[in-house]
């Protein structure tokens, strides 16, 4: 290696802190640092190749590394103007919003701002100033799923259903209440014929113990991502579209995961038929070449916060500094263009069943694995240690998986630290270019890592 590798390396190593790591093993260790992506792939400053069936780690470089039109884009944009502050418009602001309301059927407005949590968190005040301003304030608990996450904020970590996630950072913003997950796999009412249903029920369940009157929204997922890949079972949505309009409760869909293609849909709620108030919206907005998040909502919703310009209380009271900066939509633009060009959401579809019907090939081989689900190009492995029992294994059997997988040049996701006894499930979210080479790859890895896993 070189000096200036060694000298980056030890910089990092004394410098940053990074995410989601213990830094105590880095003593022993080298910090992993990427330097290079192209495609599907990306390079270390080692020089070792991975194929990178996590989309960046966290589910979000939906294009692929290395496209320098969305370089461009940015470079070509701030330097005709780089910022100015949301109170006013920009350009691209204009364009982009235009173009995602196209793609969303009943939705009407963009509201801008940096991160998935910064935009669950304007869709929590957007709630919480309705209750004020129709229902005396009373309206204003936010229902969320159990499994469900939506974001690393105390109040996104309070509407998050992942009990390791929010472990140690309590007490919570109140109003936030929980109810079931809905995971076919792992039933709470045995084997019946009406799952999702009754899973939807739950819903029902917990706005009649906590007063409808008082209950001004619910936030899910349309596939649960990071709690599992969990897909809705059949007969859930209808239900809780259902049970939402005859209690008057708000519908905020969290596409921060599904959003932009990854399920070979534009949105992951177009495959159910939903019809959110809200959706909100990051990762593969710009595919990460940028920083950006929408909070998108119908004309309904928009004009719960129209009224006279000398009412002081009746507009949306919030700023976000960063939604100002012209990059990110100027990334998204050319991102967009991109998934439309190359019909990517058409891909995600057909590699996404073709990556599927591989993993139930797996699933046949390996008693290991429990269970294969997904929509797309977002798919998850759960992994027991009796088939029968369902039992889950431990956390650390999962991860020798994604290390293996890692030394074989293949990067992949795992259910990480979130749950006490479910951290149990491989993700593959690969980049929406992904081709039929590199599908096999992920399979031929996995099947010789589980081949070679010890017992």
Not at 249 to 261: Q, S, Y
Not at 327 to 333: E, K, R
Not at 397 to 409: H, I, R
Request: aromatic residues 10%; charged residues 25%.
């Amino acid at each position: 290696m070189s000096v200036v590798d060694n000298e980056t390396i030890e910089r990092d190593r004394k410098h940053v802190w990074h995410h989601l790591s213990q830094h105590s093993v880095l003593t022993s260790q080298d910090p992993m640092i990427m330097v290079k992506g192209e495609g599907s792939r990306v390079w270390d400053i080692k020089g070792n190749s991975y194929l990178d069936a996590s989309a960046g780690g966290v589910w979000c470089v939906n294009v692929g590394y290395g496209r320098t039109s969305i370089g461009d884009a940015i470079r070509d944009q701030v330097c005709k103007i780089n910022f100015f502050a949301s109170t006013a418009g920009t350009i691209p602001g204009a364009i982009f919003a235009e173009k995602l309301i196209s793609k969303m059927p009943g939705m009407s407005r963009v509201y801008y701002a940096s991160s998935g949590s910064e935009a669950n968190e304007k869709a929590f005040k957007i709630v919480r100033q309705i209750s004020h301003k129709k229902y005396g304030g009373k309206k204003y608990k936010i229902l969320y799923r159990e499994r469900d996450y939506h974001g690393s904020t105390i109040a996104t970590l309070s509407a998050t259903g992942q009990e390791e996630r929010r472990d140690q950072y309590g007490p919570f913003v109140p109003g936030f209440v929980e109810f079931p997950h809905c995971c076919e796999y792992r039933s709470q009412f045995g084997d019946v014929d009406n799952y999702g249903e009754l899973a939807a029920l739950e819903l029902e369940k917990a706005i009649l113990r906590e007063g409808a009157d008082t209950v001004g929204a619910v936030i899910l997922e349309p596939i649960t991502a990071g709690g599992g890949v969990i897909t809705p079972p059949e007969g859930y949505w209808p239900k809780i579209m259902e049970i939402c309009k005859k209690y008057n409760v708000l519908l905020h869909i969290d596409e921060v995961v599904c959003g932009l293609g990854r399920t070979g849909e534009w949105f992951g709620y177009q495959h159910y038929g939903i019809k959110p108030d809200i959706v909100t919206l990051a990762k593969g907005v710009a595919s990460s070449y940028a920083a950006i998040s929408c909070t998108v909502t119908t004309e309904a919703v928009f004009n719960e916060f129209l009224g006279e310009s000398s009412d002081k209380d009746v507009y949306f009271r919030d700023i976000s500094t960063y939604a100002g900066c012209t990059g990110g939509p100027a990334a998204a633009i050319e991102n967009m263009r991109i998934i439309e060009d190359e019909d990517l959401v058409t891909n995600s579809a057909v590699m996404g069943k073709y990556l599927l019907e591989g993993l139930d090939r797996l699933k046949e081989k390996f008693d290991i694995i429990g269970d294969v689900r997904g929509k797309g190009l977002l798919l998850g492995i759960e992994l027991v240690s009796d088939r029968q029992a369902k039992t889950p294994v431990p956390e650390q059997v999962a991860a020798k998986v994604a290390g293996m997988c890692m030394q074989k040049g293949l990067i992949i996701g795992r259910t990480n630290r979130s749950f006490e006894k479910f951290n149990n499930t491989l993700c593959l979210c690969p980049v929406l270019t992904l081709n039929q080479t590199e599908a096999d790859f992920i399979l031929s890895t996995l099947d010789a890592v589980f081949t070679e896993l010890p017992a």
